[in-house]
C-alpha cells in the first residue's frame, strides 16, 4: 500500500470516527429540542450537518463551491438533484433555506442519527406503499411547501455512480405540478471524491451547480421531470 493510500485511509478514518461522536453528542442534545419552536428546532439539528462539513475539510481536505445561487427564487421551491453520495446531503442544507425531504422510512429507525432526522419533521414514506405513498408525498408536501420549507427530492431514488442515470421518478415532478411551486434542478460531483458505499473521502472541491427556476405553471408533471432531468444529466456529464 502506497503512503498516499495510507494516508487516505487514516484521515477517513478520522473524519469517521468523528463524525459518529457528533452523531451521537448531537441525537441525544435533539431530544431536548423538541419542544422548542420548529425553527429554533431546525436550526440547531442542522448545525450538525455544518459541524461534519468543517471536520470532512480538516480531516480529509474535502470541501465544496457552490454555482447559481443568483437562481434560488424568493418563494419555496422543489429541489430536483442528482443523488451520488452522502456528501450532498450535508452540503444542501448549508446552501437551501430550511427544508424539509423526500426519504424512505426507514431512516427514521436508525439509532441516534434517526432520532435527530424524525425531529425535522422529513416526509418519510413506505416505498412499498405505491399510490398511497404518492398520496402521501403530495398532501405533506403541499403542507411543508405552505408552511414556507423547501422541498427536497432526489428523484432517481437512490445514489448512482457518476457518469450513470437511474430512472427519475414523476413524484418530486407530480408535487411541483399539483402545488404550482417552482422547481430548481442541482447538479453535482460530490461522487468523485465520496462514492457511494465508499469510505475513502478523496481530497479536492465538489461542485454544485444550481441550474435556472423551471416554473411549472402550466406543465404536466411529465414535462417538468423531462426539463430538470435533461438539465440535471447534461450538467452532470460537464462536471
Not at 216 to 237: H, M, V
Request: charged share 15%; net charge positive; proline share 7%.
Amino acid at each position: 500500500m502506497t503512503a498516499p493510500e495510507t494516508g487516505s485511509i487514516w484521515r477517513s478514518s478520522l473524519f469517521a470516527a468523528g463524525q459518529v461522536g457528533f452523531t451521537v453528542v448531537y441525537a441525544l442534545l435533539s431530544l431536548l429540542t423538541y419542544p422548542l419552536p420548529y425553527g429554533a428546532r431546525y436550526r440547531f439539528i442542522t448545525s450538525w450537518s455544518r459541524l461534519n462539513l468543517w471536520w470532512l475539510k480538516l480531516t480529509c481536505g474535502l470541501s465544496y463551491q457552490v454555482e447559481g445561487l443568483e437562481n434560488l427564487p424568493a418563494r419555496p421551491a422543489i429541489v430536483l438533484a442528482k443523488h451520488q453520495s452522502t456528501l450532498e446531503t450535508l452540503i444542501f442544507q448549508g446552501i437551501f433555506p430550511p427544508q424539509t425531504w423526500l426519504l424512505k422510512r426507514e431512516l427514521l429507525r436508525i439509532p441516534f442519527f434517526g432520532w435527530g432526522l424524525a425531529l425535522l419533521e422529513p416526509i418519510a414514506i413506505d416505498r412499498s406503499a405505491g399510490r398511497a405513498a404518492l398520496r402521501q408525498f403530495l398532501e405533506t408536501g403541499q403542507e411543508r411547501l405552505e408552511a414556507g420549507r423547501w422541498v427536497i427530492v432526489f428523484p432517481e431514488g437512490t445514489r448512482v455512480p457518476p457518469g450513470q442515470t437511474g430512472r427519475y421518478a414523476a413524484g418530486g415532478a407530480a408535487l411541483a405540478a399539483h402545488s404550482g411551486c417552482p422547481v430548481l434542478p442541482v447538479a453535482h460531483n460530490a461522487g468523485l471524491y465520496w462514492p457511494r458505499h465508499g469510505f475513502i473521502k478523496r481530497p479536492g472541491t465538489v461542485r454544485v451547480v444550481i441550474g435556472p427556476v423551471i416554473e411549472t405553471a402550466g406543465l404536466s408533471a411529465a414535462d417538468i421531470n423531462r426539463r430538470a432531468r435533461d438539465w440535471i444529466e447534461r450538467t452532470a456529464r460537464a462536471l
